[in-house]
């Protein structure tokens, strides 16, 4: 008998731009990554402008979190520059293949997201761009054709750049109703093909960043805090007109999940430790699978004299529109500490002590299964709606051998500790009900737009010079996951 429940969801997930390329095709309006250079671990990626006298420039920016572009500039694409998520690994024109392979593994559910600027180019034209709305209705077909369930997330990081420049983004009020419009046009387009819908990928990053980069002015908090409360706004007022749509819609946040731990004993460290969990990830939780603000929430706001501008009715429409479900992303843990430190590791959003009790990626990404039925029990017993891992992998260097094959053991290791994680965290009572891990195939890092960070179980032939045939391979933790899905999680060797 398998730890695991009998329906529980095996599967995958990806994100539009950094899988799909072709970004200029059939309509589509720009993104952040599309003006975004790509990086490394150690030196950033840039985004790309021509300034008010015609001259190419560039700064260091987090690509989707934005950055500020100079008096006058504008966001432009230069010839001189090699963009990552413009070719990305061509999903757009390959996604039978993929699907296909992503079929043979057994896939019952495969999470993707929908490129906003595929089906209204400036975020808020007159009329759909029918060629994005049929480029997803053919995916979500395809993907119906072998029994998998579409996990479609929303909002993966990728405002559309026109609503970014012309009314500055989520600082905006009306932002929440052109993405509720957006939102109104695919629930109605995919209503019998879609159950499953995220509504903002890690919606927390925006407060966690903050504190990757110090100390902050408080206007970085005021307009952090203001985008949410826009976004959360904007979340339940979708989850709202969804159930209206179709009663059968299940709704799931998304937030960036990471393990918290105390540096010491010393109380003043449990104390920062538990504020810390707070601030990164029960802020926004709270409001969306509790729908209203935390008790808290009034420390983190008076702490940088932040002021929300909050419309009436809103906190009505926040209660109304809580999630189904939680979803998370979980890659690692950090370390919190009100002592000196010497010996900082930073990844996936938060900056940290090094834990002496855990190995890290090449990328310095803390690996820590036990974090994650950490995170599993904890959250559960907060929220206790059914949850969903919708990321969870491990960035490597592959080594493509000369037969083409790849062993990429380290990947197997680092997915079947996760797994047991989960069965554990299932065994102590957590309702977990889907699994999808990050970057089924290679895709574009987020973080540093490097192809050479992998995360697939298919191998993708294309470098960081946006060199290679594209070609997918199967690595050994294809089969590897294949076996662990026919056995639902029991066969983990
Ligand atoms: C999550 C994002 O933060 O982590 C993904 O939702 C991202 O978009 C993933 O790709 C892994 O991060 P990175 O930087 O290694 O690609």
Same mark, same amino acid.
């Given at each position: 008998?398998?730890?695991?429940?009998?329906?529980?969801?095996?599967?995958?997930?990806?994100? *539009?731009?950094?899988?799909?390329?072709?970004?200029?095709?059939?309509?589509?309006?720009?993104?952040?990554?599309?003006?975004?250079?790509?990086?490394?671990?150690?030196?950033?990626?840039?985004?790309?402008?021509?300034?008010?006298?015609?001259?190419?420039? @560039?700064?260091?920016?987090?690509?989707?979190?934005?950055?500020?572009?100079?008096?006058?500039?504008?966001? *432009?694409?230069? &010839?001189?520059?090699?963009?990552?998520?413009?070719?990305?690994?061509?999903?757009?024109?390959?996604?039978?293949?993929?699907?296909?392979?992503?079929?043979?593994?057994?896939?019952?559910?495969?999470?993707?997201?929908?490129?906003? *600027?595929?089906?209204?180019?400036?975020?808020?034209?007159?009329?759909?761009?029918?060629?994005?709305?049929?480029?997803?209705?053919?995916?979500?077909?395809?993907?119906?054709?072998?029994?998998?369930?579409?996990?479609?997330?929303?909002?993966?990081?990728?405002?559309?750049?026109?609503?970014?420049?012309?009314?500055?983004?989520?600082?905006?009020?009306?932002?929440?109703?052109?993405?509720?419009?957006?939102?109104?046009?695919?629930?109605?387009?995919?209503?019998?093909?879609?159950?499953?819908?995220?509504?903002?990928?890690?919606?927390?990053?925006?407060?966690?960043?903050?504190?990757?980069?110090?100390?902050?002015?408080?206007?970085?908090?005021?307009?952090?805090?203001?985008?949410?409360?826009?976004?959360?706004?904007?979340?339940?007022?979708?989850?709202?007109?969804?159930?209206?749509?179709?009663?059968?819609?299940?709704?799931?946040?998304?937030?960036?999940?990471?393990?918290?731990?105390?540096?010491?004993?010393?109380?003043? &460290?449990?104390?920062?430790?538990?504020?810390?969990?707070?601030?990164?990830?029960?802020?926004?939780?709270?409001?969306?699978?509790?729908?209203?603000?935390?008790?808290?929430?009034?420390?983190?706001?008076?702490?940088?004299?932040?002021?929300?501008?909050?419309?009436?009715?809103?906190?009505?429409?926040?209660?109304?529109?809580?999630?189904?479900?939680?979803?998370?992303?979980?890659?690692?843990?950090?370390?919190?500490?009100?002592?000196?430190?010497?010996?900082?590791?930073?990844?996936?959003?938060?900056?940290?002590?090094?834990?002496?009790?855990?190995?890290?990626?090449?990328?310095?990404?803390?690996?820590?299964?036990?974090?994650?039925?950490?995170?599993?029990? @904890?959250?559960?017993?907060?929220?206790?709606?059914?949850?969903?891992?919708?990321?969870?992998?491990?960035?490597?260097? &592959?080594?493509?051998?000369?037969?083409?094959?790849?062993?990429?053991?380290?990947?197997?290791?680092?997915?079947?500790?996760?797994?047991?994680?989960?069965?554990?965290?299932?065994?102590?009572?957590?309702?977990?009900?889907?699994?999808?891990?990050?970057?089924?195939?290679?895709?574009?890092?987020?973080?540093?737009?490097?192809?050479?960070?992998?995360?697939?179980?298919?191998?993708?032939?294309?470098?960081?010079?946006? @060199?290679?045939?594209?070609?997918?391979?199967?690595?050994?933790?294809?089969?590897?996951? @294949?076996?662990?899905?026919?056995?639902?999680?029991?066969?983990?060797?």
């Amino acid at each position: 008998m398998s730890t695991f429940p009998k329906h529980f969801l095996w599967g995958g997930a990806i994100a *539009a731009n950094q899988a799909e390329g072709a970004y200029n095709e059939d309509g589509r309006g720009l993104v952040q990554t599309d003006v975004t250079t790509g990086g490394t671990k150690n030196s950033p990626r840039f985004t790309t402008y021509i300034d008010k006298d015609g001259k190419p420039g @560039k700064y260091a920016s987090m690509g989707h979190m934005g950055g500020h572009l100079p008096e006058g500039a504008e966001y *432009a694409v230069l &010839d001189t520059e090699y963009y990552p998520n413009h070719k990305a690994v061509d999903f757009y024109h390959r996604y039978k293949e993929d699907i296909k392979l992503f079929a043979e593994m057994g896939y019952s559910v495969f999470r993707l997201s929908i490129s906003w *600027a595929r089906i209204f180019p400036n975020g808020d034209d007159a009329e759909p761009n029918q060629a994005g709305l049929d480029f997803y209705r053919s995916v979500f077909e395809e993907c119906r054709k072998y029994g998998i369930e579409p996990l479609v997330s929303i909002w993966h990081f990728d405002t559309p750049l026109s609503l970014e420049t012309r009314f500055d983004g989520w600082n905006n009020r009306r932002l929440v109703d052109f993405y509720v419009r957006y939102c109104e046009v695919i629930f109605k387009e995919y209503k019998d093909l879609v159950k499953y819908w995220l509504t903002f990928n890690e919606i927390n990053n925006t407060i966690m960043f903050l504190d990757m980069f110090g100390e902050q002015p408080d206007e970085a908090y005021q307009s952090a805090y203001q985008q949410l409360h826009h976004q959360f706004v904007a979340s339940a007022k979708a989850v709202k007109l969804g159930r209206a749509i179709n009663p059968d819609f299940m709704f799931g946040n998304m937030i960036c999940g990471i393990t918290f731990y105390p540096g010491s004993s010393d109380p003043a &460290d449990i104390l920062l430790n538990e504020h810390a969990w707070q601030q990164n990830i029960f802020y926004c939780g709270d409001v969306q699978a509790k729908g209203r603000y935390g008790s808290y929430a009034k420390r983190l706001w008076d702490a940088h004299n932040v002021t929300i501008q909050m419309e009436e009715g809103d906190l009505e429409v926040l209660a109304e529109g809580m999630v189904d479900m939680y979803t998370f992303s979980y890659y690692m843990s950090t370390v919190i500490t009100t002592h000196e430190v010497d010996d900082k590791v930073s990844g996936n959003f938060s900056v940290g002590a090094r834990n002496p009790y855990l190995t890290y990626s090449d990328w310095g990404w803390a690996q820590d299964p036990t974090g994650l039925q950490y995170y599993l029990e @904890k959250i559960y017993d907060r929220y206790e709606v059914p949850l969903m891992v919708v990321e969870n992998g491990l960035g490597a260097f &592959d080594t493509v051998e000369e037969d083409g094959s790849i062993h990429d053991d380290y990947r197997i290791d680092y997915h079947r500790a996760h797994i047991k994680a989960m069965a554990d965290a299932i065994a102590n009572g957590v309702d977990l009900i889907a699994y999808t891990t990050w970057g089924c195939i290679d895709i574009v890092s987020a973080g540093t737009g490097e192809m050479r960070k992998r995360y697939g179980f298919i191998y993708v032939d294309m470098d960081d010079e946006g @060199k290679g045939t594209m070609e997918r391979t199967p690595k050994a933790s294809f089969h590897w996951y @294949k076996k662990v899905i026919a056995s639902n999680g029991e066969d983990l060797d």
